[in-house]
Each structure stands twice: as C-alpha cells, then as structure tokens.
C-alpha cells in the first residue's frame, strides 16, 4: 500500500543550524514526491516537487529510491521557516498521499 | 487574483445534525479535490473531481458523507447525522488539471466541531 511516512511531529533547531527534515514512503512504482508547507495562519502551499530539481527558500530535496525517501534539507535555518512541513506523494495519478506533518520551530 | 475559498470559516453542530461546506475553487481550474484532516493526523483524501467526469469518491469515509460539483465550480461536500468523530478541519483544492504532478492549491479549510 501505498504511504507517507514523517516519523518526526516536532523538530526544534537554532537559527543558522542545519535542518533535515525526513520523510519515507512506501510504493512500487515510481512515484512523485512533493513538500507542502503551512506557515502561521497561512494556507497550506507547495514548496517544492522532486521533479523540478529546484531549491525554494534555500530548501532542497533529493528523491533516494534505494532508501525511499525524499529528506528536505537546508543548510541554514532561519526563523521564518518555522512553520509545519508535509511530505507527500503522487502515484502519476491525481491521487496524493500526505504524511503526518513535521512542525519545524527554528530558535533565535 | 483570488485563491480557492471555503465556507464557513468554522462550524459548532450537534451530534446528528447535518452540515454543508462549501469550496470554490480557483477560476479555470478543472480539478478539486476534498480532504479531511483530523487533529495530528495527515491530510485524508475524501473525493476528487475533475471536469465533468465521474467523481473519484473512494475516499469517503461512510454514506453519511456526500459531494457535488457543478460542472467546474462550487463544490458542496455534506455531512449528514454528525457523528463526534467528524470533527476535523475540512479542506479543499484544486489543480488547473488532472494528474501527478500539478501543484494543489489550497484553501484555508472549515473547522468542524461536532458537540
């Protein structure tokens, strides 16, 4: 079957330290993965997909097959990253599976 | 340019009552899609909608939950006989088309809160 799996609720990190935020997922073929984020009192929006291979905010992730994962990194965290994290995937249908969410808090 | 929208903001029912949300999706955008997240829990796929074909609405938890849209607007999704455990923010996207791949936009979601 088909999941998402986040296995952090929270994650606390200082300002300028590194950020990993880790997301596994379960499926057979070859699937699309996806970051959305929710900032305070914002709408839930997309942040970046693995198929554009693009960095959004400083953030990156790169789509692991043989450990499926697809960790979203940021070498530097800044406080308006603070905000909650999903990871999610698509089976190339317009069916999403989304994980349980990460709430990032970055420290001053 | 306007965003998807959802009302009510927040709805208070009674344990078997029913309940209306209602979404507009962004202007031109073929594809919509329902979710329902409970507290600490993901996002849970309800119903998908695209164009005028038949509705994907393997998701629905039970009979008791229904959706409709028309041609490629408003949405209603309903609750019939709230049950405690309904209780969820209700929230609503679209895609300007069908497939993986397209970015989802979202609404701000209804809180639902069944006493």
């Known amino acids: 079957a088909q999941r998402v799996t986040q296995p952090e609720k929270l994650l606390s990190v200082f300002k300028g330290a590194p950020v990993e935020l880790k997301c596994n997922y379960s499926y057979s073929g070859s699937p699309e993965l996806f970051w959305y984020v929710q900032y305070s009192r914002q709408r839930l929006q997309l942040l970046l997909r693995?198929?554009s291979r693009e960095s959004i905010k400083g953030f990156t992730a790169d789509l692991n097959k043989g450990e499926t994962s697809f960790h979203l990194k940021k070498p530097f965290a800044q406080e308006e990253d603070s905000a909650m994290y999903y990871c999610a995937l698509s089976s190339g249908t317009y069916k999403y599976i989304f994980g349980t969410g990460t709430r990032l808090k970055v420290l001053a | 340019g306007a965003g998807v929208s959802q009302s009510p903001s927040n709805k208070v029912t009674e344990k078997g009552k029913d309940v209306e949300l209602r979404c507009d999706p962004i202007?031109?955008?073929?594809?919509l899609y329902w979710y329902r997240q409970r507290l600490g829990q993901g996002l849970e796929f309800l119903i998908y909608f695209q164009g005028n074909s038949a509705p994907d609405k393997s998701g629905l938890p039970s009979d008791r939950f229904s959706a409709e849209r028309t041609g490629e607007s408003v949405s209603t999704l309903t609750i019939q006989r709230t049950q405690q455990e309904d209780s969820a923010v209700y929230l609503c996207a679209s895609s300007f088309k069908a497939g993986g791949g397209n970015e989802q936009f979202f609404g701000p979601g209804t809180r639902l809160t069944v006493l």
């Open positions: 202007s031109g955008h073929t594809a």
């Open positions: 693995h198929i």
